[in-house]
């Protein structure tokens, strides 16, 4: 480990956002409402392309470490009838979206996310993309992108998602050491995870995203470099590497984890530079705060050109500006602001059954001041060079910048603003620096993931 990282991380590692937007989801209140995100569905420019998510969250067994939105629903009546839920969602919300004298909005990325959407009925997947159809118009080189679990997946459903024009599917694996997979509540084997991504292949399904974890209990260096070179052979197109986010306040589950076994912020560190190594002379190009990509990747073509973006589901490739969220608790991205979906799926049922209204719990608007900090803050996440010129100078971030310089984590000059690779672990901290809403000594535990 270098020399340097004690010291860093003594004055570096807290608390901090994910900056999957900005305002951050700490923001937002019952203050916005349904009335809201109708006026901002309704503000959306006729004709420009749109991102769609839609959210279903049934898993067929839960993992401790999760703290995803996520529930085990054994009932098929039950998961076919949210689906039939995310279908009024998604009409109630289209209906909304201003139209061209040329057709339906346009969609650009449609992302399946959970929990595991593959629980839901093959039935309710031919509806719901009928359904996506009927309302929108997908344009012919959008990438449809799904979650799935190698555990309760089989070559007939990747047949089935091919068939309905998925061109990429993203698999946890999170860890393959057995004594990691114990202590964390998620037994995978790698012919599990192999056997997947063939299925894949083999029906026509290009696009493989993997999920690694680093900081879960009983991990060391040594574990997730065997795990990350196994990885690596399977040759996914892309690779996340997340920092195991221990929010047992939010995420009840993670209370079964063992927290005498948790490594603690120098392993931790130590974990993500093994991998990062492995990866890196595999050949994958580091990517953002936590993703890698292979140099053919469109993602890793995005860095290089300054066209990588970063929304609620991580680092993407999608251009569009706006982002329809349908489902129990997902997220939109309007001209106006964020809005939430209702969290628990029970009462989503109820609002969509007992209102014509959209869903929606809470959000926040927008300021001019928030647009411009959100544009800097998802550009220093991407590792974009920053233009600090213009109107707002911003004289007290450079200030608390001048001790990110002198640590090597950043190149500050006059006009400019520079993640070096030495900082890239560190891109959530500088990313705070322009976060208006948060203070100056960062967030507490109760509300944030530690940064490193």
């Not at 309704?42 to 991102?51: F, K, T």
């Not at 067994?61 to 529930?71: D, K, P």
């Not at 159809?133 to 459903?157: C, K, N, Q, V």
Request: charged residues 20%; neutral net charge.
């Amino acid at each position: 480990m270098n020399a340097a990282l004690p010291a860093l991380l003594a004055r570096y590692d807290g608390n901090l956002p994910r900056y999957t937007s900005y305002p951050t989801a700490t923001r937002f209140s019952d203050a916005v409402g349904p009335k809201q995100a109708a006026d901002w569905l309704e503000a959306l420019p006729a004709g420009e392309a749109l991102s769609l998510y839609l959210h279903v969250p049934f898993c067929d067994e839960l993992c401790s470490f999760c703290g995803c939105n996520t529930t085990v629903m054994r009932q098929e009546s039950a998961r076919a009838a949210y689906a039939g839920l995310l279908r009024e969602n998604l009409r109630r919300a289209a209906r909304l979206i201003p139209r061209t004298a040329s057709g339906s909005p346009p969609l650009t990325h449609i992302q399946f996310g959970g929990g595991t959407p593959t629980t839901l009925p093959e039935a309710a997947f031919h509806e719901i993309l009928a359904s996506i159809r009927d309302l929108f118009t997908i344009r012919p080189d959008a990438e449809l992108s799904i979650e799935l679990d190698p555990r309760h997946f089989s070559p007939a459903m990747a047949t089935m998602l091919a068939t309905l024009g998925f061109t990429r599917g993203s698999l946890g694996v999170q860890d393959l050491n057995p004594a990691v997979q114990h202590a964390c509540g998620r037994i995978q084997s790698a012919g599990q995870t192999r056997d997947c991504v063939e299925s894949l292949r083999a029906a026509g399904i290009a696009g493989i995203n993997i999920d690694l974890i680093y900081g879960l209990p009983l991990q060391t260096t040594e574990s997730v470099r065997d795990t990350a070179r196994q990885v690596a052979d399977l040759r996914p197109d892309r690779l996340a590497v997340f920092g195991y986010a221990h929010v047992p306040w939010k995420a009840k589950r993670q209370q079964l984890m063992p927290e005498a076994d948790l490594p603690g912020a120098p392993e931790r560190i130590a974990q993500r530079q093994m991998i990062d190594l492995v990866l890196c002379d595999a050949g994958y190009i580091p990517v953002g705060l936590d993703h890698y990509a292979l140099p053919e990747d469109s993602m890793a073509r995005a860095q290089a050109n300054g066209t990588l973006h970063r929304n609620f589901q991580g680092y993407t490739t999608d251009t569009a500006r706006w982002l329809i969220g349908v489902g129990a608790s997902a997220i939109s991205s309007l001209p106006g602001g964020f809005t939430q979906n209702i969290v628990s799926p029970a009462a989503y049922a109820r609002a969509l059954s007992d209102s014509p209204d959209l869903p929606v719990a809470r959000g926040v608007a927008c300021t001019e001041d928030d647009r411009k900090r959100a544009a800097l803050i998802e550009q220093i996440m991407c590792g974009h060079t920053i233009d600090l010129t213009g109107p707002d100078d911003y004289t007290p971030e450079r200030e608390r910048l001048r001790q990110f310089a002198a640590d090597g984590l950043v190149e500050l000059t006059r006009t400019t603003l520079r993640v070096t690779e030495t900082g890239r672990p560190f891109l959530r901290n500088v990313a705070a620096v322009f976060d208006r809403y948060l203070p100056a000594t960062g967030a507490g535990p109760g509300q944030h993931s530690r940064a490193i």
